[in-house]
Structure formats: C-alpha cells, structure tokens
C-alpha cells in the first residue's frame, strides 16, 4: 500500500528562518503527492501537489516543496517564517492501490516563534 | 464564494443517541468524502460518494452511515454514537476522482458524546 510518513511530531522555528517540514513517501508506480495544512478549529486547506515535471513545486502562501525520487522524499519548505504559518501541516498522498484514495500523514505541528 | 459548508460547528450528543452531521457544497463537485480526525491525528477516510455512487472504506463501522440525497447535500449519521466516536468529522469534496484532484474542505463538525 502506498503510504507517507512525517518523521517529526513537531518543528519549532523563528520567524524569519527558513523552515522545512519532511515527508517521505511509499509507492508503487508514479507519485501524486499532496501538501495540506490545518489551522486551529478549521478543515484541511490545499497547500501544493506534485504529479510531474519540475521538482520543485511552489504553492500557496510562499511555500515550496521539492520532490526528490532518489531520496523518496517531498519536503515542505518556505524561505522566511511567518507567526501566522504555525498550523498542523499534513502531506498525502493517492493510494493507486486503493482507488485512489487520499492517504495523510499523521502531520507536524509547525510552531514559528516570534 | 464556492465552498463546502459543515453544520453545526459543534455537535453534543449523549450516548447512543442518534446523531446526524450535515454537509453541504455549493462547487458542484461529483465527490463528496466524510472523514474522521481525532485529536492531531491523520484524517480516516469514513466513505465517499462518486455521485451517487457511494463506496465504504473496509474498517468503517457499520455504526456510520451516509446519505447523499442529490449532488449539493451529503449526510453522515451515527446510529448509537459510542465514546469514541468523540472526533472531528470533517466534509471534502473534489470534482472528480483522477489522482491529481485536490480536496476541498469544510471547517468541520466537532462531535463530542457524554
């Protein structure tokens, strides 16, 4: 079965610092691999999604992951933290084994410290 | 704006009192999904609706149910809501059910059982 992992419950940041958020991934075949973050109280908000081409996806709110198939990785990152960037960031991915269903991560809680 | 809309925020019931969660779309999308979160814990896929397709994931209890009376509206109903059923029980649609498709989600229905 296809499936993600995010290796760290949380990550703690200072504003201004750039921040990663890591995510590795298992499949079977060609990756379609999701960014979700999760404010406080709120439903999930689409942040970015690889399916092909460029490595490097850039996405709502600054962010950028980077795809990296030798390294089975699709990390989240953002060149300057923002206060307002602390949230529970999940990555996903589609399990082509199991019609395509939307796999989560068990997320990592951003906290970026002013 | 389009959006997807979860009523109410919050929802108390007592236990194993029927409870029914409300989910509405104004996207016109032709998937609509009920997912459950648990303390900052990963979304669990419940079951999803292609249409009026309806598709229940394997370890779903039969203690869930759905309905989808046209393409706008999607219910979920708990028949004797147990303790741990105490979740976030968050609403997504997307527009159809290609890999590529991105998740449009509601702000969730906070369900807490006494």
């Known amino acids: 079965a296809q499936s993600v992992a995010q290796p760290e419950d949380q990550v703690n940041v200072a504003e201004g610092n750039p921040l990663t958020v890591k995510c590795t991934y298992s499949?079977?075949?060609?990756?379609?691999l999701f960014w979700y973050v999760q404010y406080p109280n709120r439903g999930l908000q689409f942040l970015l999604k690889y399916i092909t081409g460029d490595n490097l996806v850039k996405g709502s709110y600054g962010f950028e992951a980077e795809f990296n198939k030798s390294q089975t990785s699709f990390h989240l990152k953002k060149p300057s933290a923002l206060v307002s960037d602390s949230a529970l960031y999940f990555c996903?991915?589609?399990?082509?084994?199991?019609?395509?269903?939307?796999?989560f991560g068990k997320g990592t809680r951003l906290h970026i410290l002013p | 704006d389009a959006m997807v809309i979860q009523n109410p925020r919050y929802q108390v019931t007592q236990f194993g009192k029927p409870v029914t969660l409300s989910c509405s779309q104004t996207l016109n999308h032709n998937v609509m999904y009920w997912y459950q979160q648990k303390s900052s814990q990963a979304p669990k896929l419940l079951f999803h609706?292609?249409?009026?397709?309806?598709?229940n994931e394997a370890d779903t209890p039969d203690n869930f149910q759905s309905r989808r009376p046209n393409t706008s509206f999607c219910f979920l109903d708990i028949r004797s809501p147990g303790l741990g059923d105490a979740a976030m029980y968050l609403c997504?649609?997307?527009?159809?059910?290609?890999?590529?498709?991105?998740?449009?989600f509601g702000s969730g229905t906070q369900l807490s059982v006494l």
């Open positions: 996903a991915v589609r399990d082509m084994n199991r019609d395509d269903k939307i796999i």
């Open positions: 609706y292609y249409d009026k397709d309806f598709n």
């Open positions: 997504a649609t997307s527009r159809g059910d290609s890999p590529n498709e991105k998740l449009f």
């Open positions: 499949v079977s075949g060609n990756p379609y």
